[in-house]
């Protein structure tokens, strides 16, 4: 859908975690006025309604899933996470946060209450999720195959932390772990074969958050597969439903990662 020139500069002072939100929220209802394009009024009409009193608890989920591109076509994509999303969405309706914060939290429930996880396809990490309650990203394990490496530099050149070097005298490329972010771009870009994935999974963060008293989260050592990353989430839940008193958020909650074992 179009939008204005006026309408797209004030829906960017909309803070990011909610913007997508806001947008789908504004585009739906200016369909159903019959309208192609969004205009400054319709974006401040929507802004007064979620302002007024009661006006935002209405479009509280209790939670938000936000992924990055990947699934549209991302080059970067390093291990899919739509299936993924959808189990975790699964597990989320199951537990009804929504009731559960109506029963905690005193006055009209905002955005801000809201669980947020955030989903990314790659280290690059476009939807943020160092600073989600709970942020997974795909990844995938470089190893050395039994095929012959024709020491073309492919891998160590797409390698933007140094993590790649080729070792002439056995005719290999050595892989530093230390420095290597499980990105997959030196194995997509081996023309022979001799570097593989070995494990592809997740790397799960808790914990993050922006806001006054901003944190980076604290990652779960390792590379999850699908399974654990889902009973990360359930284990998570059960410990924020049992410690979250007044709807503070899972974040400001957790202090160790101890917690939730």
Not at 133 to 151: K, R
Not at 188 to 211: D, E
Request: overall charge positive; glycine content about 8%; proline content about 5%.
């Amino acid at each position: 859908m179009r939008w204005s020139r006026e309408a797209e500069a004030a829906i960017q002072k909309v803070p990011f975690f909610v913007r997508k939100k806001v947008i789908q929220r504004v585009e739906a209802h200016v369909m159903q006025s019959g309208k192609a394009q969004v205009e400054l009024s319709d974006v401040d009409e929507l802004k007064k309604k979620f302002l007024s009193k009661g006006g935002m608890e209405k479009e509280v989920k209790g939670y938000e899933i936000a992924s990055c591109f990947g699934g549209s076509g991302c080059p970067n994509a390093a291990n899919p996470v739509a299936r993924l999303a959808a189990d975790l969405e699964k597990i989320f309706e199951r537990e009804n946060l929504p009731g559960f914060l109506k029963s905690v939290v005193k006055g009209d429930l905002k955005f801000h209450h809201e669980f947020r996880v955030s989903l990314s396809e790659c280290p690059n990490a476009c939807s943020r999720p160092q600073i989600a309650d709970i942020g997974i990203m795909g990844v995938v394990l470089p190893g050395i195959s039994g095929e012959a490496c024709s020491l073309c530099g492919s891998c160590a050149e797409a390698c933007d932390e140094g993590a790649i070097t080729l070792d002439t005298k056995i005719q290999r490329p050595i892989i530093r772990e230390p420095l290597c972010l499980n990105c997959a771009k030196c194995i997509r870009v081996c023309p022979t074969g001799t570097l593989t994935g070995t494990q592809k999974g997740f790397r799960v963060m808790l914990g993050g958050k922006l806001g006054r008293h901003p944190r980076l989260a604290m990652e779960v050592p390792g590379i999850h597969s699908h399974d654990e990353v889902l009973a990360i989430l359930k284990n998570c839940l059960k410990f924020y439903k049992k410690t979250s008193k007044k709807g503070e958020r899972f974040s400001h909650l957790l202090s160790s990662l101890d917690q939730i074992r």
